[in-house]
């Protein structure tokens, strides 16, 4: 029996919430539990109670949503937070990445890219929807960096990277040991002068690798 997908809404506007109830009352695996206005008041809950995903806003009255997703993730890390916001900064969006979250979508996000957001999140890959992707292609002049050729190994593991594997997964699926999964990811934040793998990802998003 498929395990139902537990789903929390934290936005202090109660016509979106609404308007997210509606748009996923037909997805079967998914049960729509307790809505938040407040950050805190989700904290507490989670204290208490298993979340599989939340939807969450990046403005709340209380606390600021990128930090929330930090908190969120160091109380809960199996929690996948999928970032949901009329903001569209891409230094919003790369924040929120590297403090945990697994996707940026906009409010104005169809039904069939929310859920289609949400499947990409649960299987662990990062999930954007459209006009995201639009606004993280359009690199700034000093992003604008030509990137060093990939070798077919870097661009397997970018690819299993994006798509959330971990180290252990890579070497598996590759047939190579952790420690070389880990070198190629080392040439590759290097290459693509990068610190981080959400960083990695932006940047590859940018230069249309993935």
């Not at 916001?85 to 979250?101: C, D, K, P, V």
């Amino acid at each position: 029996m498929k395990r139902k997908i537990i789903l929390s809404i934290v936005d202090d506007h109660p016509v979106v919430i609404e308007g997210l109830r509606t748009l996923l009352k037909g997805e079967p695996d998914i049960h729509i539990t307790e809505s938040f206005f407040r950050g805190n008041d989700f904290m507490a809950y989670l204290r208490k109670h298993p979340v599989h995903i939340v939807l969450l806003d990046i403005m709340l009255p209380d606390v600021n949503g990128i930090d929330l997703c930090k908190e969120i993730k160091k109380l809960s890390p199996d929690t996948v937070v999928l970032a949901l916001s009329n903001q569209a900064e891409r230094s919003m969006i790369l924040e929120i990445l590297q403090n945990g979250a697994s996707g940026y979508l906009l409010k104005n996000v169809s039904a069939e890219e929310l859920r289609h957001s949400l499947n990409e999140a649960l299987r662990g890959e990062i999930a954007f929807s459209r006009e995201v992707k639009e606004i993280i292609a359009r690199p700034s002049k000093n992003e604008l960096k030509k990137v060093p050729p990939l070798t077919k190994r870097e661009k397997q593991i970018l690819q299993l990277i994006a798509a959330g594997k971990t180290t252990a997964v890579m070497a598996g699926e590759l047939n190579v040991s952790p420690l070389t999964v880990d070198t190629h990811r080392r040439n590759l934040l290097q290459k693509f002068g990068v610190k981080n793998v959400a960083e990695l990802i932006m940047a590859a998003v940018q230069q249309r690798l993935l």
